[in-house]
């Protein structure tokens, strides 16, 4: 007869496995011996060794003894779902790595892929990482706001970078921000100039009108204006575009 040490020696696990086993009820405690120890016999350690393959496999112990008690045909259709549970776990992991592999840049945090793809095309034209930090947390807000639109917010953006004029408007915000502030005071009236001139463009186009459909939440615009608020530049530029005939920052309006 055996000790529990002895037991659990020879079906490959720990003692605390056993002690485990015994109180979810998969291993049956002996009685104990004249001398007061517990001992085990052969047919124990079979049973141990089966729970453990069982455990091993990947099946989880609620479902063990299930398994050990089941018939032929039983223990076939019990082993072959989880088989598919096994399965769908692995291919819920294998896309937690994915995107554990995309945290690797700060701009995958918490916005879909084309996010992270548009910000990686303004940042190759010069944006400083202030813009793109600025960016990314606005994105983030959206795309929990219009999930379904995002797809389409990203396609009417990297349209725009293909407008000479976008791409000089981020390059004037890295000069700003890297630049002396009283030699680079020309641009942000430079900016305001390029902002109303494709203003005028898109009122004349029809694209403004969107505006309202692609986001119609009016207490939500107000939310994305507030992020930006607070940076003098923004300040400057929007007084510039007021005196000029517009007003708004993430919808556009005639003043």
């Known amino acids: 007869m055996l000790t529990i040490g002895q037991l659990a020696s020879y079906a490959g696990v720990t003692i605390r496995a056993v002690r485990h086993y015994h ?63 096994l399965r769908a776990k692995i291919r819920e992991l294998q896309e937690h790595r994915r995107r554990i592999a995309q945290l690797a840049s700060g701009d995958s945090l918490a916005v879909p892929e084309a996010v992270a793809d548009y910000l990686e095309m303004v940042r190759a034209i010069g944006a400083p990482e202030l813009l793109i930090s600025a960016e990314r947390d606005a994105w983030i807000l959206v795309a929990a706001r219009y999930p379904d639109q995002i797809a389409a917010f990203m396609e009417d953006k990297v349209r725009q970078l293909e407008d000479p004029r976008v791409v000089r408007f981020y390059q004037s915000i890295s000069r700003m921000l890297s630049g002396d502030e009283k030699e680079n005071e020309h641009l942000v009236p430079e900016m305001a100039d390029l902002l109303v001139e494709m203003f005028e463009e898109a009122a004349a186009s029809g694209q403004l009108e969107q505006q309202d459909l692609n986001m119609d939440d009016s207490a939500f615009v107000q939310l994305l204006d507030s992020m930006a608020e607070g940076h003098p530049m923004v300040v400057q530029l929007r007084q510039l575009l007021a005196e000029r005939g517009w007003i708004g920052w993430t919808k556009i309006e005639r003043a």
């Open 23 to 85: 109180q979810v009820g998969l291993m049956p405690e002996p009685e104990r011996d004249a001398s007061g120890y517990r001992t085990y016999d052969a047919d124990a350690v079979v049973r141990l060794i089966r729970i453990r393959t069982l455990a091993e496999a990947g099946v989880p112990l609620a479902r063990v003894q299930e398994l050990l008690d089941a018939d032929a045909k039983t223990f076939s259709e019990a082993t072959a779902q989880i088989d598919r549970e």
